[in-house]
């Protein structure tokens, strides 16, 4: 399968600026409204393919990922390629594409679609029939980094719903998806296009941990059979050691 093609909008300055000044979105996940539609998650022995979430565990401690929400756009024998869709930024397309004179743009907002790639956009659009000069995902999602499919979609005056901007991916070497999804690092989960792009994405990592991993103490014997020895009349003396882990809440 080849490679996914990008294209430089020279930016990298502006982004920089818009980050610093202006951050990330604050706003509440409880404020939302957004309704997340049964789940089915994946065993871990299935096969990541595009359109499927990549959904941080709680225990996933790390600057990028944590919390996260991946829509995984590539896989295969070569490595995976995806974006971090619930993650916004306080900023606007015209405040990182500033030579763009649709005012369309003014009302589109920017997502963090991952740590590679900073200086590059990435659309991902909704339309119930293939999109020229794009690439299908799954379902009624398509993929694009053409300047062309842009300036289209503007002029069309797409709405927010069918269409999202993103500023960077994230990507994965030969096995080393595989290897965070039997370390227990990830949901593997069946993706689901409303929720990509309907108001309120940035909560979508919140309300699928809780599916996922619902809050609460979780309690483990050291070996299952020493479950069995407790309760057992010849072992009444030898009840084995709980050790329980409380599940983090979420900041």
């Known amino acids: 399968m080849s490679r996914i093609q990008v294209f430089a909008l020279g930016f990298v300055s502006a982004l ?89 743009a003014d009302r589109h907002p920017v997502f963090f679609g991952g740590p590679l790639g900073s200086h590059q956009v990435f659309m991902l659009l909704r339309n119930d029939k293939p999109v020229p000069q794009t690439r299908h995902i799954a379902a009624d999602i398509y993929f694009s980094a053409e300047r062309e499919v842009l300036d289209h979609a503007l002029q069309k005056q797409t709405p927010g719903n069918e269409l999202h901007f993103y500023i960077g991916y994230a990507s994965w070497m030969s096995g080393q998806l595989a290897h965070e999804l039997a370390r227990g690092s990830w949901h593997l989960v069946t993706g689901n296009a409303e929720v990509v792009f309907e108001d309120g994405a940035e909560a979508l990592w919140d309300q699928l941990i809780d599916e996922l991993e619902p809050p609460g103490i979780e309690v483990r014997f050291d070996a299952p059979g020493q479950l069995l020895a407790a309760l057992t009349d010849n072992h009444r003396d030898s009840v084995p050691a709980i050790v329980s882990r409380v599940n983090p809440a979420r900041p």
Not at 29 to 46: C, E, K, N, S
Not at 64 to 78: A, K, R, T
């Open 16 to 104: 920089l600026l818009i980050v610093a000044l202006r951050g990330m979105s604050d706003s509440t996940p409880g404020d939302t409204g957004l309704l997340i539609p049964a789940l089915a998650p994946q065993q871990l022995d299935g096969e990541p393919a595009p359109g499927m979430f990549l959904v941080a565990t709680r225990d996933l401690m790390d600057p990028w990922f944590g919390q996260s929400v991946v829509l995984l756009l590539d896989h295969d024998d070569g490595g995976s390629l995806g974006l971090i869709v619930n993650r916004r930024f306080q900023a606007t397309l015209s405040d990182a594409i500033p030579d763009l004179e649709q005012p369309e």
